[in-house]
């Protein structure tokens, strides 16, 4: 008699053959890590070099220093904030030099996966949103910690001598720096909003009103407590509003999914 757990056809392994591409595409991960790590590691060598880790947190506290009274400074009121502290904006700033190459590497990592058509929309918003995040970042340098720090100098009592603790300016830079490059990327969220069938572009212009109330709060609660910061950074978040519904309009109309199958074709090389 035969045994009946013979007679049954073996079924298939759903996961047959699935293992070694899994274990390739994160070989491709681990080495395309590794390329990230070693660009900001080249980076942050050449900028210990020069300017060096001091030189780059004089730069970063130079609005600051500025707006001191003559012959004030800044302190360091932890044992180790003098070292810990340049070597941390060191590795800030090497970040931001080697991010194209953190990009280029993000980008050739998903790119096999994506259709021709989602192509057409990752790399235009990748570029655009990081440009976007540094012109915000530049904007909260150049601009705003000037009229920061000479507000709260004009309003501190004459009693008070001025010292900030400079890990305590870092995390001030860094919050502000996050603050104004997110703000920066209001068209991006625009695109990605119509782009993804939440909102279309008729509803973004019939919701303007209820957007420029919701920028005007969230504008007074990150500036500086000056009236006019605050009417600087609306209009310009305002203005980057209106170019993303116009962007918005142009990528819905490029990046719209063919009807046909040829987009299958062209996917995936």
């Known amino acids: 008699?035969?045994?009946?757990?013979?007679?049954?056809?073996?079924?298939?392994?759903?996961?047959?053959?699935?293992?070694q591409p899994f274990v390739q595409h994160l070989m491709e991960l681990r080495d395309r890590m590794i390329k990230v790590v070693i660009a900001i590691g080249v980076c942050a060598a050449?900028?210990?070099?020069y300017p060096g880790p001091g030189a780059l947190y004089d730069l970063l506290a130079a609005p600051l220093v500025a707006a001191l009274p003559k012959g004030a400074t800044l302190i360091a009121t932890n044992v180790i904030s003098p070292?810990?502290?340049?070597?941390?904006?060191?590795?800030?700033?090497?970040?931001?030099?080697?991010?194209?190459?953190?990009l280029y590497q993000v980008w050739?990592?998903?790119?096999?996966?994506?259709?021709?058509?989602?192509?057409?929309?990752?790399?235009?918003?990748?570029?655009?949103?990081?440009?976007?995040?540094?012109?915000?970042v530049a904007f909260s340098y150049y601009f705003v910690f000037g009229q920061v720090f000479s507000f709260i100098q004009s309003f501190a009592p004459k009693s008070i001598t001025a010292a900030?603790?400079?890990?305590?300016?870092?995390?001030?830079?860094?919050?502000?720096?996050?603050?104004?490059?997110?703000?920066?990327?209001?068209p991006i969220a625009v695109i990605l909003l119509v782009r993804m069938g939440v909102l279309t572009v008729a509803q973004l212009r019939e919701y303007r009103g209820y957007f420029w109330v919701i920028a005007a709060i969230v504008t007074a609660l990150v500036t500086p407590p000056d009236a006019g910061s605050m009417i600087i950074l609306l209009l310009v978040v305002g203005s980057l509003y209106e170019v993303g519904i116009v962007a918005a309009q142009?990528?819905?109309?490029?990046?719209?999914?063919?009807?046909?199958?040829?987009d299958t074709e062209a996917a995936k090389p």
């Open 164 to 186: 900030p603790d400079i890990e305590e300016y870092l995390n001030f830079v860094l919050g502000m720096f996050l603050a104004f490059g997110l703000a920066f990327e209001v």
């Open 108 to 136: 050739a990592f998903v790119a096999p996966g994506l259709y021709s058509h989602e192509k057409k929309l990752v790399m235009p918003l990748v570029v655009s949103s990081t440009l976007l995040f540094f012109i915000g």
């Open 1 to 19: 008699m035969s045994d009946p757990n013979t007679d049954k056809p073996d079924k298939p392994d759903e996961l047959a053959g699935t293992e």
């Open 83 to 102: 070292f810990v502290v340049p070597i941390k904006i060191l590795f800030m700033a090497a970040f931001m030099i080697a991010l194209p190459v953190v």
């Open 46 to 49: 050449l900028l210990a070099l």
């Open 250 to 262: 142009m990528f819905a109309k490029h990046t719209k999914k063919p009807d046909t199958d040829s």
